[in-house]
């Protein structure tokens, strides 16, 4: 039994998967290794899950964040398996894993075999119309060109148009790859995000050869799928808020506080203990805590007490994202959908940067007969910035035009739910995992402190899970000093 004559108190700043993962591992190790804890955790907003967000309208599912997570990464699927809610794991339509891309005003599959950037079967390769004759001819380049010596970090640009040139960049690589990052390619760490690709590098001396040989070994994978991996791809049946209500769930009563914002953080060693300084002017004192916020919300918080912390936190920059879902009747949509959606090049000059068709990619997401479509506008730059901060209205206006366009619409949508996520998305640029090591470096100077977030080493859930699970130990190390 925990000893309470020792009792401590931890607390978590912020409702994100990230947080809720720390509060949930503080809990039940805490218990385990016999340490008496009181636990808090302090979410300035009026629910918690973050980015995370799923609701319900006229029998759809509407997702206004992420709506799935990669398996191959363990640690969601594993924390899902531990919380008892495998049984609602949801897998991606298996008939329809192929995607699109724009090329002049037209969509075309991603050939069959080609994984984000380069080509693992020859024919579907040779046969599409995305890319010109020259370009696929520099591509094919990639099988006998030299490794790269340096061991520097490299930008996702710089590496493709290395290995694969420019157009295997423009057309392909930069909405697919960019698009998950929400990032420009010019300044987009390889090292930091796409590191499987360096070591395709290394090991083969080619990505074509490397993906071919990947082909080889997974045939079955391979085989009518096309762009991301759909089939590494999980939701859940009733939305991918299941995981962080599940996660609230679990934790002690009165553990989460809404509402209560973190101004700042200063630390008393004569006491051993923490101050948070409250925006309603309260304070409240813990013996452990984790700030599970965005790099520059966290910059503000231990400005006092830990300025070169702060600053290397701030220089993390953030891009903005909208998702605009958008209810239809399948009638009136003549795309057959025949695959998950479609992303969209920068050189298109388009205000959407992609599209899901969510009723297709996942299932019961809409009534039968209707179709749900999800848009996402915004991104890194000034363009991507711009097309954010329009309000409302105006971006529903370019999403529908666009759409009609693209897919055929006619009519107008059941209903439109627009969602926006401003800072949200942390940019890891050139030299990001140098600077996330002193980051680390500071936060470890800091008795009984830890971070937690999508800001350093992965931004996806399951990195965010991860990142909450490692924070958790280090703070259940300290507490047993």
């Not at 020792?6 to 949930?24: D, E, F």
């Not at 805490?30 to 008496?36: A, D, F, L, T």
């Not at 009723?359 to 730059?381: C, F, H, Q, W």
Request: neutral net charge.
């Amino acid at each position: 039994m925990p000893n309470s004559s020792h009792r401590k108190q931890a607390i978590v700043i912020g409702g994100g998967i990230a947080g809720l993962t720390t509060c949930y591992r503080l809990a039940t190790e805490s218990v385990k290794r016999g340490i008496s804890l009181d636990l808090k955790l302090l979410e300035a907003g009026d629910r918690v899950g973050g980015a995370i967000h799923t609701s319900r309208q006229d029998g759809f599912i509407i997702e206004h964040g992420p709506d799935v997570f990669i398996s191959t990464k363990p640690w969601a699927k594993a924390l899902s398996e531990e919380l008892g809610i495998a049984d609602q794991f949801l897998s991606t339509n298996p008939t329809e894993r192929r995607s699109f891309v724009l090329r002049k005003g037209q969509l075309h599959p991603v050939p069959d075999g080609f994984y984000l950037m380069a080509p693992a079967s020859f024919w579907p390769f040779v046969k599409t119309p995305i890319f010109s004759w020259g370009a696929k001819l520099r591509m094919g380049l990639d099988w006998v060109l030299p490794r790269r010596r340096s061991d520097g970090d490299e930008s996702l640009e710089g590496f493709i148009r290395r290995r694969l040139g420019k157009e295997a960049f423009t057309r392909i690589a930069q909405p697919m790859i960019g698009g998950i990052y929400t990032a420009d390619g010019k300044d987009l760490s390889l090292k930091a995000t796409m590191p499987q690709f360096l070591e395709m590098e290394r090991k083969h001396g080619s990505i074509i050869k490397a993906l071919a040989a990947r082909k080889k070994a997974s045939a079955q994978e391979a085989s009518g799928t096309s762009g991301a991996r759909y089939s590494m791809f999980l939701s859940f049946k009733d939305g991918m808020q299941t995981l962080t209500d599940t996660l609230a769930d679990r934790l002690p009563d009165d553990c989460i506080q809404l509402g209560t914002k973190v101004t700042s953080l200063d630390y008393q060693s004569q006491e051993e203990k923490w101050h948070l300084h409250l925006a309603n002017g309260e304070q409240m004192e813990s013996h452990l805590v984790c700030v599970a916020l965005p790099a520059h919300h966290t910059a503000g918080l231990v400005r006092t007490v830990a300025p070169a912390l702060s600053e290397s936190l701030d220089s993390i920059p953030y891009a903005s994202s909208a998702i605009v879902n958008l209810a239809f009747r399948r009638a009136d949509i003549e795309h057959p959908l025949n695959g998950m959606g479609f992303v969209v090049p920068a050189i298109e000059e388009r205000s959407i940067i992609g599209c899901t068709f969510s009723s297709v990619k996942l299932e019961g997401r809409a009534p039968e007969d209707y179709a749900l479509l999800r848009a996402y506008v915004g991104g890194a730059g000034s363009t991507g910035e711009a097309y954010f901060n329009r309000s409302e209205s105006k971006i529903v206006e370019s999403v529908l035009k666009e759409l009609h366009e693209l897919l055929g619409l006619k009519g107008d949508p059941r209903f439109v739910v627009v969602y926006k996520h401003p800072k949200a998305m942390a940019q890891y640029h050139l030299g990001h995992l140098d600077l996330v090591a002193e980051i680390e470096a500071e936060a470890r100077k800091l008795p009984g402190f830890a971070l937690a977030g999508n800001a350093y080493r992965g931004i996806g859930i399951p990195d965010c899970v991860n990142s909450g699970e490692q924070a958790a130990a280090r703070l259940l190390e300290q507490g047993l000093k």
